[in-house]
């Protein structure tokens, strides 16, 4: 009967339930053979007994069953015998997700909701993605009206600060409703990432203002998307779809037990999720699930694109599959992935989406960890440095993030870490960072594994920052050079003025060769902070004051902030930096020679019909001023010593120039 009814995939819906102010129609995928399959009407979302039990008829590969008169505002659940279960795809749920609810979806929408329009972003190398947590974001904002909730991120201090960095798409952690939170308990320290799916359709009731009511969590996740959008800002969804919270309490084990789950023997699930469990994309329900689930955030919520996490466990054709649907609706949606998975799966990894099979994935990104663990040092190894605290041989790992993870002459493949062939087809299927959630914050990393900083412990955050008092210095408006101002007191580093100063020199200089890259930039929100989460590697359940950002920072280190600024709006400014073509990579982006721990770039001959001839970027890891030759002319100098100004004056002319220690120099004739 699986098979009969997986004829059926491309046809079903998962309208699980269809409301009529006269009748509600309930639908269920689940086997022919179950016994005594039941449909429970509850008046609340938690507690009390069901006001009315209706049992459910088997056809054509369904169970359905039709209940008169008007169920609005009430609950229902599904039982095959196995517990309830408010069924795979429930739009709209009670508090912890437990039954799904039956709502007045015109209820949903915010004012001006109908005029809402996504952002124009003409290519994915356009792209600044910043991720961000609910709550870390927003928790510890002294004026924050709703911190930790979806509205934090519709205030205006919120939104001024997004668009003072100038990023123009933010990566929400997942924000459907996940299982690891109580939110029958938000009075109590609870604090999860939500890697943990239970619902996928519905917004997480935890950072909503009533998890209690169904359309509040939906209407004030929208007015969220709503308030970025109108801030030109995409809004990109964290997907789970690779595993569930656990499988026995599952939604899809409570509705066809063992259907949606892989195996590698019949008693034995496959963990390519390291979560104990690992969904099979390949069924033809399950691929049917995940279309629809994306399609479903784009049409209802106005998503704009998606990062699938673990995406190496879900199969090529899935994924190709997602891609020409939602291309169907919008061929601007961004999608992007961890192209790993975190164990063995039950496919082999020719068949799974994995970074190395990139190429087969046209439209698909996935995330560099050669340019990352180039720059930071090795995922495994926290004490390990990269280029970043002067270990040797990591430039190669470099150059290939810089030129997007595609074939380039002068990149070496055979000393680049991970990959000995390229795997990105064009350099916007290609993700440029150097820290993300998982694993330590770049400030945390440089401090583990370079001795110098070893020895600087990180400042404990505030419970509280302070109001907008901390804004940063307009564009134009002189800060002082990284490093050349004394820390304020309770600075991130105790370990005195030039370890602090050194540290923000290696942030900075991480940060400029993510930006030039031609891959699509990312960064980890509260970077552009000094962000720390106190040497925490794993800190998913850490409890604020280890994952809050530190507002104070924003005044402590002004320096900083204006310098992220101003590097995000030189990539903006200057198409030479996302060129989106492989041709045009090869073409106009050249490497100069330089020697151990500097890594020089030309950007040639108006690449990209950028305003600049050549644009050289010089990129020194060095702790001493290093001379790297570059091509003879009079070039204007508009990064230097940690300061960016597109409009100097400074000149140099010759064959030769210095960089000083451990910065970025950017010139252009």
Known sequence: MIVATAARAQDFDFNEMAYTPDQTTFRLF??????????????????????????????????????????????????????????????????NGR??????????????????????????????????????????????????????????????????????????????????????????????????????????????????DPVC?????????????????????????NHTYDIDHSNFQLTYPDYYYRKTHPQTYSNGSGCGNETASEKPLMRRFMIESVKYWYN????????????????????NAIRQELSKLDPSIFIYGEGWSAGPCALPNEQ???KANISQMPGIAAFSDEIRDGLRGPFDDDKKPGWLGGAPDCEESIKFGIVGAIAHPQVDMAKVNYSKTPWATEPTQMMAYVSCHDDMCLVDRLRSS???????????????????????????????????????????????AAAEAELIRLALLAQTAVMTSQGVPFMLSGEELLRNKKLVHN??????????????????YPQVFKYYCNLIALRKNHPAF?????????????????????????LKDYAGRDDWRNIIVILNANRETTTVSIPKGMYTVVCKDGEINEHSNSKIFGRSTTVSPQSALILHD
């Open 300 to 319: 209802e919520y106005r998503i704009d694109g998606f990062r699938f996490d673990l995406m190496g466990c879900h199969d090529i054709e899935t994924m």
């Open 539 to 556: 800190s998913f359940e850490s409890p604020d004051s280890i994952n809050q950002l530190d507002w104070q920072n924003k005044g402590r």
């Open 99 to 212: 039954r799904g609810a039956i709502i007045d979806d015109m209820k949903t929408l915010p004012v001006g909701w109908s005029s809402d329009r996504h952002p124009v972003i003409k290519s994915p190398a356009d792209l600044v993605v910043y991720e961000l947590h609910h709550r870390d974001f927003s928790i510890a904002r002294k004026d924050a009206k709703y911190p930790g909730k979806f509205l934090a991120l519709t205030e205006p201090w919120a939104i001024e600060h997004l668009k003072q960095l100038g990023v123009n798409a933010v990566h929400i952690l997942p924000s459907y409703d996940y299982g690891s939170v109580d939110e029958t308990r938000l009075s109590q320290p609870q604090y999860n990432w939500g890697y943990d799916p239970v619902n996928y359709n519905v917004p997480e009731g935890s950072y909503s203002t009533d998890p209690y």
């Open 217 to 241: 969590r939906i209407r004030e996740f929208k007015q969220m998307v709503q308030a970025l959008h109108k801030a030109g800002i995409a809004v990109i969804l964290d997907v789970v779809y």
């Open 578 to 602: 996302r060129l989106g073509d492989a041709h045009l990579v090869r073409k106009h982006l050249e490497f100069l020679y330089a020697p151990k721990g500097v890594v020089a770039f030309r």
């Open 352 to 354: 799974l989406g994995m």
């Open 450 to 496: 370079i001795p110098a900083l070893a020895a600087a412990p990180p400042q404990h955050s505030q419970q509280a920052a302070p109001a907008a008092g901390a804004a940063a210095p307009a564009a134009g408006v002189a800060a002082p050079a990284a490093g050349v101002a004394a820390p304020a007191a309770g600075s991130l580093c105790s370990g005195g």
């Open 30 to 95: 689940a086997p022919a053979k179950a016994k005594g399959v039941k449909v429970r009407i509850y008046n609340q979302g938690l507690g009390g007994k069901a006001v009315k039990t209706v049992s459910m008829k088997y056809a054509g590969g369904l169970w359905t069953a039709t209940v008169r008169g008007d169920l609005l505002n009430k609950f229902y659940t599904f039982d095959i015998g196995r517990g309830e279960t408010p069924g795979v795809f429930a739009k709209a749920v009670g508090v």
